[in-house]
């Protein structure tokens, strides 16, 4: 069964981090772009980052300077370390994984192919 799963979120205090994982099962991440996108009460998703499978990272301008995204191969896995979180940053937090995505400008979920359940991440005090 191909899956994506997503964990690390929680509850964390304004200017406080955390660090989300995504890891793939059924298949390999190695050829895969990885989004992160985010969904608040109320809002449409968000996409905030991919990064492709050669490496190459990208970031929306609301999270650029305080959220990298990395991955591992070998874990099959992706981060999204997050920095100075904020109340705007509370949302829940899917990755996603596409074959042919191309991990430039606006990060869009069409042609993202699976998507994880999500994990809930609430700044507050």
């Known amino acids: 069964q191909l899956q994506l799963v997503e964990s690390g979120g929680g509850l964390v205090q304004p200017g406080g981090s955390l660090r989300l994982s995504c890891v793939a099962s059924g298949f390999t991440l190695d050829y895969y772009t990885i989004g992160w996108f985010r969904q608040a009460p109320g809002k449409e998703r968000e996409g905030i980052s991919c990064i492709s499978s050669g490496g190459r990272t990208n970031y929306a301008d609301s999270v650029e300077g305080r959220f990298t995204i990395s991955r591992d191969n070998a874990k099959n896995t992706v981060y999204l370390q997050m920095n100075n979180l904020d109340a705007d940053d509370t949302a829940v937090y899917y990755c996603?994984?596409?074959?042919?995505?191309?991990?430039?400008?606006?990060?869009?979920?069409?042609?993202?192919?699976?998507w994880g359940k999500g994990t809930l991440v609430t700044v507050s005090l």
């Open positions: 996603a994984a596409g074959r042919g995505y191309f991990c430039s400008g606006r990060i869009s979920h069409y042609g993202m192919e699976y």
